[in-house]
């Protein structure tokens, strides 16, 4: 998992330069700018951070191997690579150990996998891990879920508290409430007891 670097006057140059020696096109690679100060009297330079995608699937693959080997567990691994998230789901049969009570002990490696690699690249990269596909089917229901006390909001006007639930589920929660005209949402409390409320907009 290498950072490709670029140094120049502009943004767009030093895109279509990385582009073109990694051989790769944007939606392969993560971009960072950042700005490098110029010398005397000279103007601030552009630094360009390029990390390819594959590169850090491969890194996630091999640190997510190695962590469970050690638990005596094999595992097959399946990434998908969408435009602002990898998605890891591992396939074993001993999926209960790995997702853990209530989805602690995969939490627990994602939350390790996303700390190496920003040790790693200095950078923050929205990696999901997924047990048999546990989270998904858990995203399905929760999603469902919420339309219908969206509904209930809008019917009844009365608002609603939810249970404590991680960034990732608020975030689910937010997004599904705001297609809802009228209603609104709102975030309460300190981790890891922060909940959401669902309620008419005033």
Same mark, same amino acid.
């Given at each position: ?13 030093? &895109?279509?330069?990385? *582009?073109?020696?990694?051989? +790769?096109? /944007?939606?392969?690679?993560? @971009?960072?700018? $950042? ?11 552009? &630094?360009?951070?390029? *990390?390819?995608?594959?590169? +850090?699937? /491969?890194?996630?693959?091999? @640190?997510?191997? $190695? ?20 998605? +890891? ?114």
């Amino acid at each position: 998992m290498k950072k490709n670097e670029y140094i120049g006057k502009s943004l767009e140059e030093l &895109k279509e330069k990385a *582009l073109k020696e990694l051989n +790769i096109n /944007e939606t392969e690679a993560y @971009f960072f700018q $950042e700005e490098e100060e110029g010398g005397f009297l000279k103007g601030k330079k552009v &630094k360009l951070i390029v *990390l390819i995608k594959y590169e +850090i699937v /491969e890194y996630c693959k091999n @640190f997510i191997k $190695e962590i469970i080997g050690k638990m005596g567990i094999e595992v097959n691994l399946e990434a998908k690579v969408r435009e602002d998230c990898i998605t +890891i789901n591992l396939i074993s049969d001993n999926n209960s150990i790995l997702i853990g009570r209530n989805g602690k002990t995969i939490d627990s490696l994602q939350l390790l996998l996303r700390s190496s690699i920003q040790n790693k690249t200095g950078y923050k990269i929205n990696i999901l891990l997924d047990v048999g596909s546990y989270k998904e089917q858990k995203t399905s229901n929760l999603e469902y879920r919420i339309k219908k006390l969206a509904l209930d909001v809008k019917r009844t006007g009365a608002e609603i508290k939810l249970d404590p639930m991680n960034s990732y589920e608020r975030r689910v929660v937010h997004n599904i409430c705001n297609e809802f005209d009228g209603i609104i949402t709102e975030s309460i409390g300190e981790e890891p007891n922060r909940y959401i409320i669902i309620k008419l907009e005033k």
